[in-house]
């Protein structure tokens, strides 16, 4: 199962993820939304399409364009659609169940 965390919060889990680029991205049903606030950012990359950024606020701290994702990737970066990656200090790792 991979997880996700901030400042020691769980911002998502999955066993369902998707690895591109060295990148995990979780699907968007596995966040837990009330950690996200919709960012302005936006950036583009040649073969996946147009980014889009998340804030996380966790205990009150603001971590600006720490999650991203493509809500209309190109057709090469296809199965990103729907599903978040993080970056900037975000501990994503794979954990055992027990």
Known sequence: MWQ???QGVLLAESDACVELEGNIYFPAAAIHAEYFINSPTTTACPWKGTAHYYHLVVN???HPDAAWYYPAPKAAADR???HVAFWKDVEVALTLEA
Request: hydrophobic content about 35%; overall charge positive.
């Open 4 to 6: 996700a965390r901030w």
């Open 60 to 62: 009150g701290q603001t």
């Open 80 to 82: 990103i659609k729907d």
